[in-house]
T-cell receptor, first 111, second 116 residues
Framework: GENVEQHPSTLSVQEGDSAVIKCTYS??????FPWYKQELGKRPQLIID?????GEKKDQRIAVTLNKTAKHFSLHITETQPEDSAVYFC??????????FGTGTSLTVIP | SAVISQKPSRDICQRGTSLTIQCQVD?????MFWYRQQPGQSLTLIAT?????????ESGFVIDKFPISRPNLTFSTLTVSNMSPEDSSIYLC?????????????FGQGTRLTVV
């Protein structure tokens, strides 16, 4: 089955700096890569996703890049704000299959 | 999007008893999943709930301990049977609309279970 690894497990940045979280996957058939944000005590919520036919996608301060050859994808948050503090999960999926989640990154943005 | 109602939101149960968690979706969905999440940890898939047939369980999870029902495309239940303190966790229902064209997963608000 698929194996998704996520790094780092914890990340602290100063407000206004950028944060980068990286994930690798093992199954070359995976073709959908969502990122979820989970605030304390809340359910995971999708913040951005990318499909395998695209190399990069951006939504305001959030961007995701995908390197299919190397089987890795990354989340980039620019101009971080305290409300960005949360746990972020990457995931990989292929059609008809389950989502495989990374181990999560706890991001703290220091005011 | 999909609106998911999961209940109960929390419960404290005696060891040896069972708890059934319900997941109701506002529209038909193809795929429904049940996850367990320990505080500060990632999401561990328990099983995929299949409509009209037995659930597909992940390694380490068995039907006798976590029986699942899915009578239609909008509803599923997960039962945690013969509970022990090790079952204390957050249980999350998740759905995905389409299994042909990948779409995002939506989550219920979770059930925080404490076994005493």
């Amino acid at each position: 089955g698929e194996n998704v690894e996520q790094h780092p497990s914890t990340l602290s940045v100063q407000e206004g700096d950028s944060a980068v979280i990286k994930c690798t996957y093992s199954d070359s058939a995976s073709n959908y890569f969502p990122w979820y944000k989970q605030e304390l005590g809340k359910r995971p919520q999708l913040i951005i996703d990318i499909r395998s036919n695209v190399g990069e996608k951006k939504d305001q301060r959030i961007a995701v890049t995908l390197n299919k050859t190397a089987k890795h994808f990354s989340l980039h948050i620019t101009e971080t704000q305290p409300e960005d503090s949360a746990v972020y999960f990457c995931a990989a999926k292929k059609a008809g299959n389950q989502f495989y989640f990374g181990t999560g990154t706890s991001l703290t943005v220091i005011p | 999007s999909a609106v998911i109602s999961q209940k109960p939101s929390r419960d404290i149960c005696q060891r040896g008893t069972s708890l059934t968690i319900q997941c109701q979706v506002d529209s038909q969905v193809t795929m429904m999943f049940w996850y367990r999440q320990q505080p500060g940890q990632s999401l561990t898939l328990i099983a995929t709930a299949n409509q009209g047939s037995e659930a597909t369980y992940e390694s380490g999870f068995v039907i006798d301990k976590f029986p699942i029902s899915r009578p239609n495309l909008t509803f599923s239940t997960l039962t945690v049977s013969n509970m022990s303190p090790e079952d204390s966790s957050i249980y999350l229902c998740s759905v995905s609309r389409d299994n042909i064209v990948n779409t995002e997963a939506f989550f219920g608000q979770g059930t925080r279970l404490t076994v005493v």
